[in-house]
C-alpha cells in the first residue's frame, strides 16, 4: 500500500505571495491533519479533516486554512506569506482518529521556505 | 491538557551500547503515548505506541518502551545502538478532541551515534 505523498517536495516563495500545499493520504484513510515543523516552535497541529469537515484547529492565524476533497485528498493553503512561515509542512493520515490510540502516518514533507 | 516533556534534546552513545530517551508526560486521564522517529529531511516514522494494553510496548527496530504511570514517564530503550539509529526522536501524546485527536508532540531528542 503506497504510504502518505505530498507535493510539492520543495517550494520556495516570496513573501506577500500564497502557496498551496496537496497531501494524498493512504487509500482507504479517511482523516488527514497538518503539522509545522520549525526549528524554535518544533513540530505544531495546523488543522484536521475527516470526511471534507475541519474538526479540530490549532492556533494558527486565519492565514492558514485548508480543504479535504471527497477522496480524502487534502490542501492546505497559506496566504500573505512571511518569512516566519518558512517550516517543513508534514500531512498525516489515519483511517479515523476518533479513538485516541489511532495511528496516525506521516509524509515526507513539504519543505516551504519564504524570501 | 496534555503535554509531554524530553528530559534531553541531545543524547550521545557508541555504537553496540544501550540508549535512553527519556519522556515524561502530563495527563488528566489515561494517556495514548507514542514514540516516532525522523531522520535528516524525512517524514515520521511510528516506532510504538502505549494503548493501555501492555505497559512494555515493543516497536520497530529493536526498540522499546515502558508506560509507568507512578513516574508518569514513557522511556524508549534500545539495547544495543546501531549507526543507522541517529536520528531525532520524538515523545508524542494523542489527545481526542472534537470527535478526533490531534498529536502533542514533545521538543525532540537528537540522537547521534559514535563509532
Same mark, same amino acid.
Not at chain 2, 503535554?3 to 551500547?17: N, R
Given at each position: ?20 500545499? $496537496? ?12 503539522? &509545522? &515543523? ?5 513540530? &505544531?497541529?495546523?488543522? !484536521?479533516?475527516?470526511? !471534507? ?11 492558514? $486554512?485548508?480543504? &479535504?476533497?471527497?477522496? $480524502?485528498? $487534502? !490542501? ?5 506569506? !512571511? ?33 | 491538557?496534555? *503535554?509531554?516533556? +524530553?528530559? /534531553? %534534546?541531545?543524547?550521545?552513545? %557508541? ?14 486521564? *489515561? ?6 522517529? +525522523? ?9 510504538? =505506541? ?12 529493536? #526498540?522499546?518502551?515502558?508506560? =509507568? =504511570? *507512578?513516574?508518569? *514517564? #514513557?522511556?524508549?530503550? =534500545? ?5 543507522? /539509529? ?10 481526542? +478532541? ?6 502533542? #508532540? ?10
Amino acid at each position: 500500500k503506497a504510504g502518505v505523498t505530498q507535493t510539492p517536495r520543495y517550494l520556495i516563495k516570496t513573501r506577500g505571495q500564497q502557496v498551496t500545499l $496537496s497531501c494524498s493520504p493512504i487509500s482507504g484513510h479517511r482523516s488527514v491533519s497538518w503539522y &509545522q &515543523q520549525t526549528p524554535g516552535q518544533g513540530l &505544531q497541529f495546523l488543522f !484536521e479533516y475527516f470526511s !471534507e469537515t475541519q474538526r479540530n484547529k490549532g492556533n494558527f492565524p486565519g492565514r492558514f $486554512s485548508g480543504r &479535504q476533497f471527497s477522496n $480524502s485528498r $487534502s !490542501e492546505m493553503n497559506v496566504s500573505t506569506l !512571511e518569512l516566519g512561515d518558512s517550516a517543513l509542512y508534514l500531512c498525516a493520515s489515519s483511517l479515523v482518529t476518533s479513538r485516541s490510540h489511532d495511528t496516525q502516518y506521516f509524509g515526507p514533507g513539504t519543505r516551504l521556505t519564504v524570501l | 491538557a496534555q *503535554s509531554v516533556t +524530553q528530559l /534531553d %534534546s541531545h543524547v550521545s552513545v %557508541s555504537e553496540g551500547t544501550p540508549v535512553l530517551l527519556r519522556c515524561n508526560y502530563s495527563s488528566s486521564y *489515561s494517556p495514548s503515548l507514542f514514540w516516532y522517529v +525522523q531522520h535528516p529531511n524525512k517524514g515520521l516514522q511510528l516506532l510504538l =505506541k502505549y494503548t493501555s494494553a501492555a505497559t512494555l510496548v515493543k516497536g520497530i527496530n529493536g #526498540f522499546e518502551a515502558e508506560f =509507568k =504511570k *507512578s513516574e508518569t *514517564s #514513557f522511556h524508549l530503550t =534500545k539495547p544495543s545502538a546501531h549507526m543507522s /539509529d541517529a536520528a531525532e526522536y520524538f515523545c508524542v501524546v494523542s489527545v481526542t +478532541q472534537g470527535g478526533g485527536n490531534k498529536l502533542t #508532540f514533545g521538543t525532540g531528542t537528537q540522537l547521534k551515534v559514535e563509532l
